[in-house]
């Protein structure tokens, strides 16, 4: 039932090269930082990210993706990050856009064992008709593009078929934690995360608080030990504000 580990190192130690990966956050808020960190020192690479976004140009995923760790990345947004822009347009890097309310009921259905749904969000477009861009050739032209996927009528609406998500693993963060795996996410934080854990087969919680058994009211938990495999407490974080935004002195 004790499921701490020592170290980010020791937590993500055996994630091997190619491996799948749900990351919890969004923009840098509720990022797993301190384990990307360690991926990072790891110098594991093929990764495929299934996360809202790939981070900034220097934090978050941002960091491995300026490695050349990942190979393929599944998300809603990308807008703030150079490196990823240049990687996809040149073909070095393969991008599944996915619409974010989308993106996240396939995470919630995998963890959920719900291998598809049907959703109106996206039907008409090219998200169910087949040819967006994965992956670019570097010369301008699509090497890749996105199947066509099932639709259905349904009451008289179409519908899309989505494929619900499961990872190899699942990175998230957390504000408490205990022992046995029960995690307390802080505010907005909370995001993507609960979502990421359930979907990962292996998931591995970074807490700031790391609290015995009992300490945390069952009604508070927002993610079942059951869902993690493994906890590790990272006091003292540091946390990054994606854009500040203040008025001008003399506004």
């Given at each position: 039932?004790?499921?701490l580990?020592?170290s980010?190192?020791?937590?993500?130690?055996d994630?091997?090269?190619?491996a799948?990966?749900?990351v919890?956050?969004f923009?840098l808020?509720?990022i797993?930082?301190?384990l990307?960190?360690?991926?990072y020192?790891?110098?594991?690479?093929g990764?495929e990210?299934?996360?809202?976004?790939c981070?900034?140009?220097?934090?978050?995923?941002?960091?491995?993706?300026g490695?050349?760790?990942?190979?393929?990345t599944v998300g809603?947004?990308?807008g703030?990050?150079?490196?990823?822009?240049?990687?996809?347009?040149?073909?070095?890097?393969?991008?599944e856009?996915v619409?974010?309310?989308?993106?996240a009921e396939?995470?919630r259905?995998?963890?959920?064992?719900?291998?598809?749904f049907?959703?109106?969000a996206?039907?008409?477009?090219q998200?169910a008709d087949g040819?967006?861009p994965?992956?670019?050739d570097g010369?301008?032209?699509v090497?890749?593009?996105?199947?066509?996927k099932e639709?259905r009528?349904?009451?008289g609406r179409?519908?899309?078929?989505?494929l619900g998500?499961?990872?190899?693993?699942?990175?998230?963060?957390?504000?408490y934690?205990?022992?046995h795996?029960n995690?307390v996410?802080?505010k907005?934080a909370?995001?993507?995360n609960p979502?990421?854990?359930?979907?990962?087969?292996i998931?591995?919680?970074?807490v700031?608080?790391?609290l015995d058994?009992?300490?945390?009211?069952?009604?508070?938990?927002?993610?079942?030990g059951?869902f993690?495999?493994?906890?590790?407490?990272?006091?003292?974080?540091?946390k990054?504000i994606?854009?500040?935004?203040v008025r001008?002195?003399?506004a």
């Open positions: 039932m004790d499921k580990v020592g980010p190192s020791e937590a993500v130690a994630i091997p090269e190619g799948s990966l749900a919890g956050g923009g808020c509720g797993p930082t301190a990307i960190e360690a991926l020192r790891a110098e594991i690479s990764l990210t299934v996360s809202n976004n981070g900034v140009d220097d934090w978050g995923l941002g960091i491995l993706l490695a050349r760790r990942i190979r393929r809603s947004y990308v703030e990050n150079k490196e990823f822009e240049r990687q996809f347009l040149s073909g070095e890097l393969e991008v856009l619409p974010q309310g989308t993106l396939r995470l259905a995998g963890g959920a064992g719900i291998p598809a049907f959703t109106p996206g039907v008409g477009t998200v040819g967006l994965w992956r670019y010369a301008g032209g090497a890749l593009a996105s199947p066509p639709v009528e349904f009451e179409r519908y899309v078929m989505e998500i499961r990872t190899d693993y699942a990175l998230v963060h957390a504000r934690g205990d022992r795996g995690l996410y802080e907005s909370q995001n993507f979502l990421c854990a359930a979907a990962g087969r998931t591995i919680a970074e700031e608080e790391l058994p009992g300490q945390l009211d069952p009604m508070d938990v927002h993610t079942p059951v993690v495999q493994r906890v590790v407490h990272t006091p003292g974080i540091e990054r994606e854009k500040r935004t001008r002195a003399d």
